[in-house]
Every structure is written in structure tokens, then in C-alpha cells.
């Protein structure tokens, strides 16, 4: 199994740091926002950065790239649509990251919808979503379409269910929120809105959770779920017609939703 390392930037980013299978102190960074704390856990645990991957263009995922950069002539890897600093090789839908070196591979999926251009990364059990999904949530559709945003998730919905989801926001309790709004019979949801309010008491973090938990907790997911499509009917007051359109409505309830 891969060994992750979290770094906290900002009020609620994870920076990911994936340590290589055949020498665990060389890590590759994902979406570096800020270059400190990177930094400092480099320093702390005496790890060397052998490359950057980047999921999407926002300024808290790539703030810290240039500096990272800075005396360190390492492989940078990120979103063909989009222009991110630190010259990356541009990845699209199926292309694979190759740090053989390491002892790591990825295979890259497009996800669009939070951004236009967002790509995951998968491997190793993995899957480094940025903000597409979130464990009980969705990113925000900045430029995508419902339609895409639906697509994107249902793709990763479908990797095998035992892998590992590290997403960029310890945003779990809030979700829960509303995901319990929406589906206030969820069992396994309850059950895990009180598993995270344990860990955030201890200060935890949430992530990773894994696909078979988002496919059973996460609305956003369940779009094909009788339960689901009923709120959403009820919340927009019309009949929906499809699983894109009950994600369409979930979806901007949950951007007024406090
Ligand atoms: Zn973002």
C-alpha cells in the first residue's frame, strides 16, 4: 500500500506527499498550494522532493509550485487544459505518469467540472482527485457543467472499490450536513457523520476515505438512488428525468445550503 503523507495548508488543504515504494524519503507532492508547510515537513522528516502533480489550475493547489521549484530541477506533471506554473508535461484522459525511479506510476483521468481542464490521478490503490470529489461531497462547478461534473464523478465512482480517495479539502462534516438533508435515512452516512465528528475532535482528518464509503454516503454519487432523486424532486418542485439532472439540483442546493 502507498504511504501518504498530509501536510495542512490554509484553513483546510491537504497537501498530499506520496513517498516511493523503493526509498520512502523521496516524496512527490501533490498540488503544493503553499510552499512552507511543504517545507517544513520536508525539513522535519528529512525527505527529499522528486516531483510535483498538479490536478487543477486554482491558486491554493499551485502557489507554492514556483517556489518548490526553486533549486530543485524535478519532474512537474499537470492538467493539458490548463496553464499551471511550473511548466508541467501536460497529461490528458489515459496518459501515464512515469516516475520509475520512484517506484511510481499513474494513470491520468480526465474529471471536469470543478475547472475545465481538472485532471486525478490513480495508482497504486489510489486516487489524487483534487477538488472533484470530496469524501461526501463535490467541488463546485466553477467552469464545468452538471453534465461534465455527473461524467467526472460517476468515473470515479467506478474504480474498484477498495481505493483509497485523497482529495485536496477536509470539507467531510459539512458534507454530511447536507448529504443527511438529503438523505436523512442513510445509515452508513450517520454512522460515519459520528465516526468524523470523533476524529475532527481529536483534530483527525477525514481523509482518505475510500469509493465503497463515497458510493454508499455520497449524494453526489447516488444521483440513480430513489431516495436521492425524491429530495430533489421535492427541493426543485418538478419532475427530474435523469441521474445528471437530479445531480444538477443536488448540486445548487448544496451551494445555498448552510
Ligand atoms: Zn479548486
Given at each position: 500500500m502507498l504511504q501518504v503523507t498530509q501536510v495542512r495548508a490554509f484553513t483546510d488543504n491537504y497537501i498530499w506527499l506520496i513517498h516511493s515504494p523503493r526509498d520512502a524519503r523521496l516524496v512527490v507532492v501533490v498540488d503544493p498550494g503553499d510552499a512552507a508547510p511543504v517545507e517544513r515537513m520536508l525539513a522535519e522528516r528529512n525527505l527529499t522532493l522528486s516531483g510535483l502533480l498538479i490536478t487543477h489550475h486554482h491558486a491554493d493547489h499551485v502557489g507554492g509550485v514556483a517556489d518548490l521549484l526553486r533549486q530543485r530541477p524535478i519532474p512537474v506533471?499537470?492538467?493539458?487544459?490548463?496553464?499551471?506554473p511550473g511548466n508541467p508535461t501536460r497529461l490528458r484522459e489515459g496518459d501515464h505518469v512515469d516516475l520509475s525511479a520512484l517506484g511510481l506510476e499513474f494513470t491520468v483521468l480526465d474529471?471536469?467540472?470543478h475547472t475545465a481542464g481538472h485532471i486525478a490521478y490513480v495508482g497504486h490503490g489510489a486516487v489524487f482527485c483534487g477538488d472533484t470529489l470530496f469524501s461526501a461531497g463535490c467541488g463546485r462547478l466553477f467552469e464545468g457543467t452538471p453534465e461534465q461534473m455527473h461524467a467526472s464523478l460517476s468515473k470515479l465512482a467506478a474504480l474498484?472499490?477498495?481505493?483509497?480517495?485523497?482529495c485536496a479539502h477536509e470539507y467531510t462534516l459539512s458534507n454530511l450536513k447536507f448529504g443527511l438533508a438529503v438523505d436523512p435515512d442513510n445509515d452508513a452516512a450517520t454512522r460515519y457523520q459520528a465516526h468524523c465528528h470523533e476524529l475532527r475532535e481529536?483534530?483527525?482528518?477525514?481523509?482518505?476515505s475510500d469509493i465503497r464509503r463515497e458510493?454508499?454516503?455520497n449524494p453526489f454519487l447516488r444521483c440513480d438512488d430513489k431516495t436521492v432523486k425524491q429530495a430533489a424532486e421535492a427541493h426543485a418542485g418538478r419532475k427530474l428525468h435523469s441521474h445528471t439532472e437530479?445531480?444538477?439540483?443536488?448540486?445548487?442546493?448544496?451551494d445555498g445550503f448552510r
Open positions: 506533471f499537470g492538467p493539458a487544459g490548463e496553464a499551471v474529471v471536469p467540472g474498484p472499490a477498495e481505493t483509497l480517495v485523497y481529536r483534530d483527525e482528518a477525514t481523509i482518505p458510493r454508499n454516503v437530479v445531480f444538477a439540483v443536488i448540486r445548487q442546493w448544496k
